[in-house]
């Protein structure tokens, strides 16, 4: 039981946590987002199968997102005009194809390099492909896309996935499939020989394996898992476009992933998750919501190489032995500094903003609800003190912070030490 | 005919050398850092609209210069305090970095200038057309173009081949450690060569953006295309980048002037009504309109038969 309880309890719980999510955040708002979020999920840890597990940076992955889509949404209507009893919730699997079918297609020219020369590879794939969906209107539908009508299929149940809330269960549960695959796929030799090819391809060709064919089957098998995240898009948007699967989608995910975290497997979820309630809760409030990506982006790269993910997992000695509250202090400290930083910077943005893009509106506005005047001093003068302060006082604290936990590791080391000696 | 072919092959060779100034800077910081600069394209970007900034104000020529310099100066910028701290994560950290770097430029750009199309003008000094072939007028301004791209590249072989900073560089290339072990500072050697690559192509963006739309668009649209000439010409190699450079230029001027399609050169061997509708977007696409993609066929191809591409040395 103990046993079963290890191996299976993270996926129960999480099976229950997205069965129980609608009944806590039951908006439309929060529907959406959250089905963004699973196929957003799907989409990173298949890009992660690729950079974390194997080493490969790709910049054409949504390729594959969009070609599953279009595939999609392609079956969907055949299955609609032709009265097919095929229910919707299997649909996602011609996605899945497809990706398979290009991602082995594609994969045999672009695998046949590592490192630079793959991302390069990959990028000019990815132009090319989206360059020639523009050309190709009758599949890809041009500029405006193909759309489709979900409720069209076969009613599975009596449900027809109408409302937002079957859509999500839907999403909900492809992607505990995808991810509970994923994960398993870490788990076999398959995967570690990918770790290996990633680490060192020279020894890992000298052990018998050749490194040419590992990436090959771990960017076919990658573009499988976009596949099904596309065509969940497209089962959940009723449209595709070229935009899907052009450069701006491919940028998207790599964020995502950096920014949860490459080096674990539940970086790139934990990255899904924030940049898309951040895409969505942004985008609201700013038309500069970019602006802020990028640079949060090139903090992350900057400062935190290993991704929110890998910065809890270094905690993760310090709470075994009961060291942490030696740092909290110094990290409450870095976030406030932080905070104010970004305060200064995002009034400086926002006042600049509101003085180029939109100096029809004129220079009175309201940041967090403080009305201003962005022509006048004070505000810069404010946003310059805050912007300089608390990056000075950031730096400061950061440094402290990495003292901080360094004694606190040291310390928590003795203390496994000392446990083992005495038992 | 002859018209086409004439005209075509000097606007082909002219986007290539343009291409080339570009292409330049991004092999020579490749094949030193080992990282590919994605930002490239966004100096570029910044260079056109630094130039037109400065040719509203105060007048093109003055732009010509002090918009490099400034480009040239924020590269230094971002090699010093950005890249140089990000090199200890390793490539992939620093290939992202500048991969950032484009997303922040383009929407800076987008927040300042907007996102249409700028004003940019030819200066009227150089407002009138050159000569007259068969009977086109080409404009002066592109022979201007032209030749300063063509007076960078000879200046340019000249310090790489001819000078002691040039011996450097090429030492710092291959031998990074042996360099500084003479006593060269070769941190410095590496930001000034990302600086005047940045310079170089802000230098491409003021003379081309007069020419071609300045819009905050053009790095993404160019960049791609980019990595393309590198790739092709052979990553790190110089000379590979030229002849790729041109390659492409010619390729895509003169895809660009023709209009033939596979409906009208197989017109009697048209496939059936049924397969029609399948084949019907391929069947009559012209090659005009492939023209964007071709750079890209031209990749996959070169990877497929010549993965070190046209001059490269080095597998990897």
């Known amino acids: 039981m103990k046993n079963f309880l290890s191996t299976f309890g993270v996926w129960i719980v999480a099976a229950i946590v997205a069965a129980c999510l609608p009944q806590l955040f039951g908006s439309g708002l929060a529907l959406t987002s959250m089905s963004l979020m699973g196929m957003m999920i799907i989409f990173s840890l298949s890009y992660n199968m690729l950079l974390g597990q194997t080493g490969l940076l790709s910049f054409g992955h949504a390729v594959f997102f969009g070609l599953g889509g279009f595939f999609c949404v392609h079956a969907m209507n055949d299955v609609a005009a032709g009265k097919l009893p095929v229910p919707l919730i299997v649909v996602p699997l011609a996605g899945a194809a497809a990706g398979l079918v290009f991602g082995a297609l594609l994969g045999w020219v672009s695998t046949r390099r590592g490192g630079t020369a793959f991302s390069m590879i990959t990028l000019g794939i990815g132009e090319l492909v989206a360059s020639s969906a523009l050309i190709l209107r009758h599949f890809f539908g041009g500029e405006e896309g193909v759309t489709t009508n979900r409720t069209d299929l076969a009613p599975l149940f009596g449900l027809n996935f109408g409302p937002q809330l079957q859509v999500y269960y839907l999403i909900a549960a492809w992607c505990l499939v995808s991810v509970a695959a994923m994960y398993a796929l870490t788990r076999t030799p398959f995967g570690r020989i990918c770790n290996a090819v990633r680490d060192n391809p020279e020894r890992a060709a000298f052990i018998g394996y050749d490194p040419q064919a590992v990436r090959f089957l771990s960017f076919t098998l990658s573009g499988l898992f976009a596949g099904i995240a596309g065509a969940l898009a497209a089962i959940n948007f009723e449209i595709m476009n070229a935009g899907q699967l052009g450069a701006a989608q491919s940028g998207a995910v790599i964020l995502m992933v950096f920014i949860g975290g490459v080096g674990t497997f539940a970086g790139p979820i934990i990255g899904a998750i924030l940049v898309t309630y951040l895409q969505v809760a942004l985008s609201d409030v700013t038309d500069a919501w970019q602006l802020y990506f990028g640079l949060l982006f090139i903090g992350m790269v900057m400062f935190v190489p290993e991704g929110i993910a890998g910065l809890l997992l270094r905690q993760q000695p310090l709470l075994r032995e009961r060291q942490l509250h030696r740092v909290v202090p110094f990290y409450a400290l870095a976030l406030l500094a932080g905070l104010v930083t970004i305060a200064g910077l995002s009034l400086a943005i926002e006042m600049a903003n509101r003085l180029t893009a939109h100096a029809g509106d004129g220079p009175k506005m309201a940041f967090l609800h403080v009305p201003l005047n962005a022509t006048s001093v004070l505000p810069w003068a404010i946003a310059a003190v805050l912007l300089v302060g608390g990056g000075w006082l950031f730096l400061r604290a950061a440094r402290a912070s990495r003292n901080a936990y360094d004694t606190a590791l040291a310390a928590s080391l003795a203390a496994a030490l000392a446990h083992r000696s005495n038992a | ?316």
């Open chain 2, 1 to 316: 005919m002859l018209e086409i072919l004439f005209i075509s092959t000097l606007n082909g060779v002219l986007y290539g050398m343009l291409l080339f100034l570009m292409a330049s800077g991004l092999t020579v910081i490749f094949s030193m850092m080992g990282v590919l600069n994605f930002a490239h394209a966004s100096f570029y970007m910044l260079g056109a609209f630094f130039g037109f900034e400065i040719s509203r104000r105060i007048g093109f020529w003055p732009g010509l210069v002090v918009a490099p310099l400034l480009v040239g100066a924020i590269g230094m910028a971002i090699e010093r305090y950005g890249l140089r701290r990000v090199h200890r994560h390793g490539h992939v950290a620093e290939l992202l970095f500048t991969f950032g770097l484009t997303f922040v430029i383009q929407e800076g750009v987008e927040m300042v200038w907007g996102k249409l199309p700028v004003d940019y003008r030819v200066p009227p000094s150089l407002d009138f057309p050159a000569f007259t072939a068969f009977s086109t007028n080409y404009p002066a301004f592109k022979m201007f173009e032209l030749l300063t791209a063509i007076a960078i590249f000879a200046v340019l072989l000249l310090v790489v081949r001819r000078t002691r900073i040039g011996l450097i560089v090429q030492a710092a290339l291959t031998h990074p450690g042996m360099v500084g072990m003479l006593g060269h500072n070769v941190d410095r050697i590496f930001m000034l060569v990302f600086g005047v690559g940045a310079g170089l192509a802000a230098v491409a963006g003021v003379i081309a953006g007069p020419a071609l739309v300045t819009q905050s668009n053009m790095a993404g649209l160019l960049g791609p295309i980019l990595f393309v000439v590198v790739v092709v010409g052979g990553l790190g190699s110089l000379g590979g980048a030229f002849l790729a450079s041109l390659l492409i230029g010619l390729l895509q001027t003169f895809a660009v002037a023709s209009n033939a399609s596979l409906a009208g050169l197989l017109g009697p061997l048209s496939p059936s009504a049924k397969q029609q509708v399948f084949l019907a977007d391929i069947w009559n696409v012209t090659v005009a309109q492939v023209a964007p993609i071709l750079p890209y066929l031209l990749l996959v191809l070169i990877l497929i038969f010549r993965p070190r591409g046209l001059m490269g040395r080095r597998e990897s």
